[in-house]
């Protein structure tokens, strides 16, 4: 029979950059009882974002960040400004990611690969409270 499950994650981050929550995805899979579905994951702002991505090796995340800061900089030609100098760096960042994300759910589990983790991708300095809605359907 068909169910569906679903919340609302709060993150907070202490600064801009890529931030792992693969293990709170997890245990809201498994805490479902769902064991076959698709989950997804809904960003619910348009100054961050979500990637999967590689979760072993921290430079790669380093080098992420600090290619999108050379694709996006703080201080450019920007006219929208309302939040500070990071806000239009921000939403250009986030238009270039995602803000949604599907993954298959398998043997209670989400399936991702060896070395990938479900991020968070936070643009702004000002670091607000991010909430990111789960929804799972299956069996």
Not at 10 to 35: W, Y
Not at 86 to 102: C, I
Not at 114 to 126: A, C, D, M, P, V
């Amino acid at each position: 029979m068909l169910r569906q499950a679903s919340t609302t994650l709060p993150i907070r981050t202490s600064r801009p950059g890529l931030h792992e929550f693969t293990d709170s995805v997890r245990q809201f899979v498994a805490e479902s009882g769902i064991r076959e579905g698709l989950l997804t994951l809904f960003c619910r702002h348009t100054s961050a974002s979500l990637l999967i991505q590689e979760n072993a090796a921290p430079a790669a995340r380093r080098d992420l960040e600090a290619y999108f800061e050379r694709i996006a900089p703080e201080g450019g030609p920007y006219e929208h400004d309302d939040e500070g100098p990071d806000d239009m760096p921000a939403h250009l960042r986030s238009a270039l990611t995602r803000t949604q994300v599907s993954i298959p759910v398998q043997y209670g589990a989400p399936v991702l690969g060896t070395w990938q983790g479900i991020f968070l991708f936070e643009h702004r300095r000002n670091t607000p409270q991010r909430r990111i809605a789960l929804h799972l359907i299956g069996e």
